[in-house]
């Protein structure tokens, strides 16, 4: 048998090249594939991530209050402070418990900076003044609160947090109106704006 020629071995090979390399180029085209979306992980983050920004929340007002016990000068307000500072603590301890079983979270609380500014500003002031300015930042923190809950809520799927957070904004909202009396302020002088920033109805 006479050898083919060399020009014929060439196209074998080339051709029997190309044929292995067509799988590859044919997956090198196809779209990339799309992630799949775990939903329950979607929600389990949505809830995990309420909790420690509601603890941040809560330890800003529990420091607030700890120091109105002490700097406050109407009786009413230093008791006011310790209820707010005692239930907040109260409420932080159950979203701090909440983390480490549910999710394996062993998360510290923080002061959030705007607390943290607020918590300086009342260090300069004393008297009457000391006492009207911590009345109207923490009816600003609850306002703050409730709004977080109002954007969060809708996507809770834990029955045992909803209950929760609802419970949180309504005895917010009996604890603004009993401040707003204090303060005496008509029908309350204090409303959620859109960016769930509280301001006063007469700015």
Same mark, same amino acid.
């Given at each position: 048998m006479r050898p083919l020629p060399r020009t014929g071995t060439r196209w074998l090979v080339l051709t029997g090249l190309f044929t292995l390399a067509l799988p590859a180029l044919a997956? =090198?085209?196809?779209?990339?594939?799309?992630?799949?979306i775990?939903?329950?992980?979607?929600?389990?983050?949505?809830?995990?991530?309420?909790?420690?920004?509601? #603890?941040?929340?809560?330890?800003?007002?529990?420091?607030?209050?700890?120091?109105?016990?002490?700097?406050?000068q109407n009786p009413?307000? &230093?008791?006011? =402070?310790?209820?707010? =500072?005692?239930? &907040?603590?109260?409420? &932080?301890?159950?979203?701090?418990?909440?983390?480490?079983? #549910?999710?394996?979270?062993?998360?510290?609380?923080?002061?959030?900076p705007k607390n943290r500014v607020q918590m300086e500003q009342l260090g300069r002031l004393q008297g009457a003044e000391y006492d009207r300015e911590f009345l109207e930042f923490v009816i600003m923190h609850h306002h703050e609160g409730n709004q977080m809950i109002h954007d969060m809520r809708p996507r809770f799927t834990r029955r045992d947090l909803r209950e929760m957070a609802t419970r949180m904004e309504e005895d917010q909202k009996r604890e603004i109106a009993e401040m707003e009396r204090m303060l005496g302020w008509p029908g309350g002088m204090m409303e959620s704006g859109g960016s769930g920033m509280a301001v006063r109805k007469d700015s």
């Amino acid at each position: 048998m006479r050898p083919l020629p060399r020009t014929g071995t060439r196209w074998l090979v080339l051709t029997g090249l190309f044929t292995l390399a067509l799988p590859a180029l044919a997956m =090198a085209d196809a779209p990339e594939p799309r992630p799949v979306i775990d939903l329950r992980t979607q929600q389990e983050n949505v809830h995990q991530r309420f909790l420690r920004m509601m #603890s941040d929340h809560h330890e800003g007002l529990v420091q607030m209050g700890r120091h109105a016990q002490e700097r406050a000068q109407n009786p009413e307000v &230093q008791a006011m =402070a310790r209820r707010l =500072a005692d239930k &907040q603590q109260r409420e &932080q301890q159950e979203m701090l418990r909440m983390l480490r079983e #549910s999710y394996n979270d062993n998360h510290q609380p923080t002061v959030m900076p705007k607390n943290r500014v607020q918590m300086e500003q009342l260090g300069r002031l004393q008297g009457a003044e000391y006492d009207r300015e911590f009345l109207e930042f923490v009816i600003m923190h609850h306002h703050e609160g409730n709004q977080m809950i109002h954007d969060m809520r809708p996507r809770f799927t834990r029955r045992d947090l909803r209950e929760m957070a609802t419970r949180m904004e309504e005895d917010q909202k009996r604890e603004i109106a009993e401040m707003e009396r204090m303060l005496g302020w008509p029908g309350g002088m204090m409303e959620s704006g859109g960016s769930g920033m509280a301001v006063r109805k007469d700015s």
